[in-house]
């Protein structure tokens, strides 16, 4: 198996769109709302006192337009709530569903309902709401793990914000799965509900209702299971463990897929259609198999027929009937309005599954950009979102940079505008509208990504960038000097050494050249040596290495490298070299 992957974060994040919600969990007895701000009640209005039976109940938190949201800070005290935020013009409406587990251990005791209570307020900012009652007479089970196969997820509390589970596997056959949980009353017998959303046969369950056995199969799938865990007084959590397998086959090939006129003959298993409108649509698929097979067509919203307009749709050739989506898209989106599945079975179960995804396209088409001109380069045909329009220039350097687009709904220079976001830019451009402007790049090395749109009498819009780098050229440097096996590093300018030799010797010079821009802009160097002498005209070797022979006596030589890039940039450095003969 693979590794586990946990998907649905905590919803409670939702609430940082909103302010400082503070719901606290107090002593006081329930109080009514007296033409406050914040009013809460549970389940619905005018209710302000509930039992707690260990299912969720939902606190439903109104705030109206005179409270000042500010940043988010909450409290609790045996409570866990998931929000669900949803707006209003007069007030916001805020349904949190809370439950009560071993947090709830230590609360006070209501000697009347012979149970523990809490009182729960809700603050926003100075604003505080009134107190509703909740009597705590049996709490919520609790999920500590599930175990697939080898593998162990970790549930625990995270059980209280949605939490999915998502497991990848490569096996086929019967995998184990198992569910450890607790119940904080301790007197209870915990069972489980298992449900896969994809095929029900595909799972057995043990008789204890915490263990069940999964049968792969040999397809690829993805099977949603819903897992509650619940006691004998209404308590219950709930998690959904995705398993999904994609090394797998399908049991049926499918050769070919039409939807009007989109022929997909890939072997993938979604394929997505872009149209204008949808009505009424022939749909086919050809599949090679020598067993029966059982087909299905379905759609979420539409209507999946036969070709003699009975139902259900079950045969090779089908028509999908769209329900409102005759009309079409005036503004610049895609949408998508239906998921149409098909399904081929064979008689032993197997199971393949096509999915068409259909979207609705505006009818007008966006502007078509023919070409980019910068500076002297033209660039055509097709485009790289990720890479841009590429070009360097020099630091300081300007450049025209001109679009030529055009709208194939429309004729006309005057049927499509531009505009230009300097926004991620060092450099300066000229102007930020118009099809030609120049872009004066800045005194440093950098890369600028320069924005432009093309966009129609209908407002809708073709975004592009340049990727400008922008080069300033800096010269090589000198770092180290080998003379023969000695290391010499210079100083700022220069450096010096002391030979002793019995006899005349040569030595290979090298120098240790460090250049950042080669990588920019391939950068290449050149060498220039000399030696008794400043001035390198002529040349005593132009190669970076320097073979020197010492002359059979003691005496003082200056040894000169200057080194060139291609744009002219040099560096010099002698050595003094001190040569003594021994005796």
């Given at each position: 198996?693979?590794?586990?992957?946990?998907?649905?974060?905590?919803?409670?994040?939702?609430?940082?769109?909103?302010?400082?919600?503070?719901?606290?969990?107090?002593?006081?007895?329930?109080?009514?709302?007296?033409?406050?701000?914040?009013?809460?009640?549970?389940?619905?209005?005018?209710?302000?006192?509930?039992?707690?039976?260990?299912?969720?109940?939902?606190?439903?938190?109104?705030?109206?337009?005179?409270?000042?949201?500010?940043?988010?800070?909450?409290?609790?005290?045996?409570?866990?709530?998931?929000?669900?935020?949803?707006?209003?013009?007069?007030?916001?409406?805020?349904?949190?569903?809370?439950?009560?587990?071993?947090?709830?251990?230590?609360?006070?005791?209501?000697?009347?309902?012979?149970?523990?209570?809490?009182?729960?307020?809700?603050?926003?900012?100075?604003?505080?709401?009134?107190?509703?009652?909740?009597?705590?007479?049996?709490?919520?089970?609790?999920?500590?793990?599930?175990?697939?196969?080898?593998?162990?997820?970790?549930?625990?509390?995270?059980?209280?914000?949605?939490?999915?589970?998502?497991?990848?596997?490569?096996?086929?056959?019967?995998?184990?799965?198992?569910?450890?949980?607790?119940?904080?009353?301790?007197?209870?017998?915990?069972?489980?509900?298992?449900?896969?959303?994809?095929?029900?046969?595909?799972?057995?369950?043990?008789?204890?209702?915490?263990?069940?056995?999964?049968?792969?199969?040999?397809?690829?799938?993805?099977?949603?299971?819903?897992?509650?865990?619940?006691?004998?007084?209404?308590?219950?959590?709930?998690?959904?463990?995705?398993?999904?397998?994609?090394s797998g086959v399908d049991p049926i090939k499918v050769t070919r897929l039409v939807f009007g006129d989109s022929v997909f003959t890939d072997t993938t298993s979604t394929y997505t259609v872009k149209?204008?409108?949808?009505?009424?649509?022939?749909?086919?698929?050809?599949?090679?198999?020598?067993?029966?097979?059982?087909?299905?067509?379905?759609?979420?919203?539409?209507?999946?027929?036969?070709?003699?307009?009975?139902?259900?749709?079950?045969?090779?050739?089908?028509?999908?009937?769209?329900?409102?989506?005759?009309?079409?898209?005036?503004?610049?989106?895609?949408?998508?309005?239906?998921?149409?599945?098909?399904?081929?079975?064979?008689?032993?179960?197997?199971?393949?599954?096509?999915?068409?995804?259909?979207?609705?396209?505006?009818?007008?088409?966006?502007?078509?950009?023919?070409?980019?001109?910068?500076?002297?380069?033209?660039?055509?045909?097709?485009?790289?979102?990720?890479?841009?329009?590429?070009?360097?220039?020099?630091?300081?350097?300007?450049?025209?940079?001109?679009?030529?687009?055009?709208?194939?709904?429309?004729?006309?220079?005057?049927?499509?505008?531009?505009?230009?976001?300097?926004?991620?830019i060092l450099g300066i451009i000229s102007d930020s509208t118009g099809p030609s402007i120049t872009y004066t790049a800045p005194d440093s090395s950098t890369i600028d990504i320069l924005y432009f749109?093309?966009?129609?009498?209908?407002?809708?819009?073709?975004?592009?960038?340049?990727?400008?780098?922008?080069?300033?050229?800096?010269?090589?440097?000198?770092?180290?000097?080998?003379?023969?096996?000695?290391?010499?590093?210079?100083?700022?300018?220069?450096?010096?050494?002391?030979?002793?030799?019995?006899?005349?010797?040569?030595?290979?010079?090298?120098?240790?050249?460090?250049?950042?821009?080669?990588?920019?802009?391939?950068?290449?160097?050149?060498?220039?040596?000399?030696?008794?002498?400043?001035?390198?005209?002529?040349?005593?070797?132009?190669?970076?290495?320097?073979?020197?022979?010492?002359?059979?006596?003691?005496?003082?030589?200056?040894?000169?490298?200057?080194?060139?890039?291609?744009?002219?940039?040099?560096?010099?450095?002698?050595?003094?070299?001190?040569?003594?003969?021994?005796?």
């Open positions: 198996m693979e590794r586990v992957k946990r998907i649905g974060k905590k919803l409670i994040l939702l609430l940082a769109l909103l302010s400082v919600v503070l719901l606290h969990c107090t002593t006081n007895q329930a109080v009514e709302p007296e033409e406050q701000s914040i009013q809460l009640y549970l389940y619905a209005n005018n209710t302000f006192e509930a039992d707690f039976t260990g299912a969720l109940i939902p606190a439903i938190i109104e705030v109206k337009d005179s409270v000042t949201f500010r940043e988010l800070s909450f409290y609790t005290n045996g409570v866990f709530f998931r929000p669900n935020i949803s707006p209003d013009e007069k007030f916001i409406t805020i349904e949190v569903p809370m439950h009560w587990n071993i947090r709830s251990l230590n609360l006070p005791f209501d000697s009347t309902h012979m149970a523990p209570y809490d009182s729960v307020i809700v603050r926003i900012g100075p604003d505080v709401s009134n107190a509703v009652k909740v009597y705590v007479t049996n709490r919520a089970p609790i999920i500590d793990s599930i175990q697939i196969a080898d593998t162990s997820i970790k549930v625990h509390e995270n059980i209280y914000s949605n939490n999915m589970y998502e497991l990848k596997i490569d096996t086929i056959g019967k995998i184990d799965m198992q569910i450890t949980a607790r119940d904080w009353d301790n007197y209870q017998t915990l069972k489980a509900y298992w449900r896969p959303l994809k095929d029900t046969t595909l799972i057995t369950i043990s008789e204890d209702k915490m263990k069940a056995t999964y049968n792969v199969p040999l397809y690829n799938f993805r099977d949603s299971i819903i897992i509650r865990v619940y006691d004998t007084k209404a308590g219950d959590v709930e998690i959904v463990l995705i398993l999904v397998k994609t149209q204008v409108a949808y009505d009424t649509v022939a749909t086919e698929i050809a599949y090679l198999s020598a067993d029966e097979i059982t087909i299905g067509w379905s759609a979420a919203k539409g209507l999946m027929v036969n070709r003699d307009g009975t139902t259900p749709a079950i045969r090779d050739k089908a028509f999908y009937i769209s329900s409102d989506n005759t009309d079409t898209l005036t503004t610049d989106t895609v949408i998508t309005i239906d998921t149409i599945i098909v399904t081929l079975r064979n008689k032993v179960g197997d199971l393949t599954q096509k999915t068409i995804i259909l979207q609705k396209i505006p009818a007008n088409l966006r502007p078509v950009i023919d070409s980019v001109l910068i500076d002297t380069i033209t660039f055509k045909g097709s485009y790289n979102d990720s890479t841009g329009y590429p070009y360097t220039i020099f630091a300081q350097k300007t450049v025209p940079l001109k679009v030529f687009a055009r709208d194939p709904d429309r004729k006309g220079e005057r049927a499509v505008t531009y505009t230009w976001d300097p926004s991620a749109s093309a966009i129609d009498p209908l407002n809708f819009k073709t975004t592009r960038k340049i990727a400008l780098t922008v080069f300033k050229n800096s010269p090589p440097r000198i770092d180290t000097f080998y003379l023969g096996d000695t290391t010499l590093v210079p100083s700022v300018n220069d450096t010096t050494v002391s030979v002793t030799l019995s006899s005349p010797d040569t030595f290979a010079i090298r120098p240790a050249v460090y250049d950042k821009d080669i990588a920019l802009v391939n950068d290449s160097l050149k060498y220039v040596w000399n030696y008794r002498t400043v001035n390198l005209t002529p040349a005593v070797a132009t190669t970076k290495t320097f073979i020197y022979t010492s002359a059979d006596m003691s005496y003082y030589d200056t040894i000169t490298v200057r080194v060139t890039d291609k744009f002219n940039a040099t560096t010099t450095r002698r050595i003094f070299a001190a040569f003594i003969k021994s005796q």
